[in-house]
């Protein structure tokens, strides 16, 4: 077998295993690439409740267009659908029927469920206001539902559990189901078996909504009828499919025109194939190291690693051209010393971002780091052997000798290149406060519309918002259910006041033993009752004669003891006490999520008043959006420091290999200058930087030091060829197109990669022609 029929295989076999580990890798699009690797207490809340909680669970779900009648009759047809879905913990559209299902399972356990239990009710004349009050109800909407439970539950304590269910400021209601605030739109409340983090289980939950409603509406003859989604859910699997679908148009673009440029240059299809090696070598190296690493590949990451073909054929490009004329050998001891120490460059410059403690930030600078290193030793170790001794490259004369000429009058450029460099860096001065954007709003994929929406279902269902959250932590699970109810009574005060909509609780659905036993123990025995039922109904329509059920279930109630976790299991409640109540490393925490009022504008909750509420309950309040922020701002803080510390490494690496103080400033300083000639320019045109905008400075620094370095060469003495310069520029455009394609992007995080590099690696090249090209030079 050759030399060259060797190489190949061991390099598909390495490609096979890579591809193999990709297949098995976990991809996400969820926030997580925005969530802390070590977690406060306080973000142990955002990351939990954005990736398990009931908030993350929920869609919202609106019916547009025709009459309410119709909107109703397809809403009840929705509902009864989904309803009976594993895919859905609950539907809910305002129907009283709604909760059925887990009717009998209530009634059974009213006594241990409702807050109206005490031991004033149980009076005679308690009894006779709560008799009363049942008799009205069933003149009310809700009366059908209660009236087969009036001589069993004369005192409404089933409809006092169905109420505590569903607390707070309620959606207006029109033909029998919840509506918007205007009446334009039937509404309905899903919950998700998925998890929020379960952006598949999501994808199918959504898909399920969209079948089932097209079907209901097309069987009800209201093709008129429209549907509107959003939610945590929504938005993630948006998200994960503007990913997708950004990542793949993006990369066919720049790969088409690199492609094509390389075909200009090569006249080889051959060698073109060649040159593609280290990019996908590259690219499938860092998804595989990340995934090794991390355990999950957020879809960011990938998309990051799109642009990585515009940096990865620069090496291919190079040896091409550069090692066609003086053959092989004269190229490893002459130029791959200068391409090594670039690529070091990149290493070190990426390498300082694995010490973040923003995973996501950590994995960008992990997946660069790999990518360009894999790429660089395939080039070095794979290509010659796989090109052999056909590498040579036609050097179109004419443009080469423009470059020449244009270069040679390069150093002209020195003053007015000065004057733009000091008005940048004296705007950047000025504009310092105003540089970065500390709100991680501007990394997110939701556009306004999609944010303006889900604000509008939001506030026509009072659904929870996953912005607001109080959160206890306990050491056993009891103890944790006796602080959700003592924070839920200075939370009831704020509901009462008006200063919030609602907030849901784990101790709604499972209250604490003391609390049961403290409602038990109000319960008479079954004479006593007998008698006290007696009196208090003499005058009554509802003869107590009739109540020997009602009797019987409460000495039941008074025997049976309190419920306990398990006997919620096969209902729906089960689902939602897990969801609020958890166990984990620092004992259990409940968490209340919520709503804001009616009211509220813009859906804003009174932080301070909430706060001064809570004060020493021992709940933690936590506004998810404040918190986000801060973390940003601290992750910010700390990769500045981290890309410092890299520029300084790599500031004491090119010093070593110059060994020339006057070398190594004048490669310094066209970086330098390009970084900030760029950020000026961005900032002019009103666009304010955030954590992708630092991580495309660094990838400026790592191809434009390529670029200085073979100017330095050409300073230091050595001749400047026409391969040399061909290969340069067409590296350069190659790089213009990979990272420049990115700016086309509607993804926040690859648009600023894209506007940062794109430009960069074009002004990387012209600076450095000016500053380190020496004036003498021919």
């Known amino acids: 077998m050759s030399p060259a029929l060797r190489v190949f295989g061991l390099w598909l076999l390495a490609m096979a295993a890579g591809a193999a580990v990709v297949w ?26 954005l990736k398990d909680g009931t908030v993350s669970r929920l869609l919202m779900v609106a019916i547009e267009g025709g009459d309410a009648a119709a909107r109703a009759k397809v809403s009840r047809a929705l509902r009864g659908q989904l309803a009976s879905q594993p895919a859905f913990v609950s539907v809910q559209n305002g129907e009283a029927e709604g909760l059925g299902a887990e009717r009998d399972f209530l009634v059974r356990y009213r006594y241990q469920l409702s807050p109206a239990v005490t031991p004033e009710r149980f009076t005679v004349e308690g009894l006779r206001a709560a008799v009363g009050d049942a008799i009205d109800t069933l003149s009310s909407p809700v009366g059908m539902l209660f009236k087969p439970y009036l001589t069993r539950d004369p005192t409404g304590e089933l409809l006092a559990v169905l109420d505590q269910l569903n607390p707070g400021d309620q959606p207006e209601t029109r033909a029998g189901v919840w509506a918007s605030r205007d009446g334009e739109r039937a509404m309905l409340l899903l919950q998700t078996r998925a998890l929020g983090s379960d ?13 089932t409603f097209a079907r209901v ?24 499919a503007t990913i997708k679908a950004e990542v793949s148009r993006l990369f066919l673009f720049s790969s088409l025109g690199i492609i094509v440029v390389l075909l200009a240059v090569y006249r080889s299809g051959r060698l073109l194939a060649l040159s593609l090696l280290p990019v996908a070598s590259g690219a ?78 950590a994995q960008l600078g992990l997946y660069a780091l790999s990518g360009v290193v894999t790429a660089a030793l395939v080039t070095r170790f794979v290509l010659p052997t796989l090109a052999g001794g056909h590498t040579r490259v036609p050097v179109p ?57 889900d604000g509008r279902l939001r506030a026509d269902l009072g659904a929870p918002d996953a912005r607001y959250m109080v959160t206890v932590t306990a050491p056993d699970q009891e103890s944790a259910l006796q602080a959700a109810e003592r924070a839920g009574e200075q939370l009831d ?29 109000s319960l008479p025995p079954a004479s006593e009752l007998q008698a006290r039922v007696s009196q208090a109904l003499s005058d009554s329509p509802l003869s107590a004669g009739k109540l020997g059920g009602f009797i019987e279930d409460v000495e039941a109630a008074r025997r049976g003891g309190v419920l306990q976790r398990k006997d919620l299991d096969g209902t729906d409640l089960a689902l939602a006490v897990d969801s609020l109540l958890s166990h984990g490393p620092d004992g259990w925490n409940a968490m209340l999520p919520l709503r804001p009022s009616s009211e509220a504008q813009d859906g804003e909750i009174p932080v301070e008043q909430v706060r001064a509420a809570l004060a020493g309950s021992g709940a933690v309040f936590v506004d998810m959006k404040s918190e986000f922020d801060t973390l940003y701002q601290g992750y910010l803080s700390e990769a500045v420091s981290l890309s410092l510390a890299g520029l300084v490494a790599i500031v004491g690496l090119l010093a070593f290999s110059l060994r020339s103080a006057r070398r190594l400033a004048r490669v310094l300083l066209a970086l330098v200058l390009t970084v900030a ?74 648009n600023a990669v894209g506007v940062t590099v794109g430009p960069g690696a074009l002004l990387a090249i012209l600076l450095s022609a000016v500053l380190v090209y020496p004036a003498r030079a021919r």
């Open 199 to 211: 952006t598949d289980g999501q994808e199918a939950a959504i898909a399920q909504v969209k079948d």
């Open 493 to 521: 005060r704020l509901v009462a006041d008006g200063r919030i909509g609602g907030y849901d609780s784990p101790a709604r659905f499972l209250p604490s033993v003391q609390r049961q036993t403290a409602r038990l123990a």
């Open 24 to 49: 098995n890798s976990h991809f996400s699009a969820d926030m997580s690439f925005f969530l802390p690797s070590k977690p406060s207490a306080e973000q142990k809340v955002l990351v939990g409740q």
């Open 284 to 361: 499938l190296a860092g998804v595989v190291v990340v995934s090794l690493v991390h355990g999950t590949v957020f879809g960011i990451t990938v998309g990051f690693g799109s642009a990585l073909i515009g940096e990865a054929v620069d090496y291919a490009i190079y040896f091409f051209v550069q090692s066609g004329r003086q053959g092989l050998k004269s190229w490893r001891e002459v130029f791959w010393p200068t391409i090594r120490l670039g690529v070091l460059t990149s290493a070190l410059g990426f390498g300082a971002l694995l010490f973040s403690g923003f995973p996501g930030l």
């Open 677 to 750: 000639i760029v950020i000026a320019g961005l900032h002019l045109i009103g666009e304010r930087l955030h954590l992708l905008h630092l991580v495309g400075m660094l990838l400026i620094v790592a191809v434009g030091s390529n670029y200085a370095l073979f100017f330095d060469r050409a300073a230091a003495g050595e001749a400047l060829d026409a391969e040399i310069l061909l290969s340069m520029a067409v590296a350069a455009l190659t790089t213009v197109i990979g990272f420049g394609a990115l700016a086309l992007s509607s993804v926040p995080v690859l």
């Open 217 to 240: 509406a097309g069987e009800a003859g209201a093709s008129g009828l429209t549907l509107s989604l959003s939610g945590p859910g929504q938005f993630a699997v948006k998200s994960r």
């Open 397 to 453: 004369g004419r443009f080469v000798n423009g470059l020449f000429t244009a270069l040679g009058q390069a150093h002209r450029l020195r003053l007015p290149v000065a004057l733009l460099a000091l008005a940048a860096c004296v705007f950047l001065f000025v504009e310092r406060d105003g540089l970065w954007d500390s709100n991680l709003s501007a990394l997110s994929t939701v556009n306004e519309v999609d944010a303006a929406n």
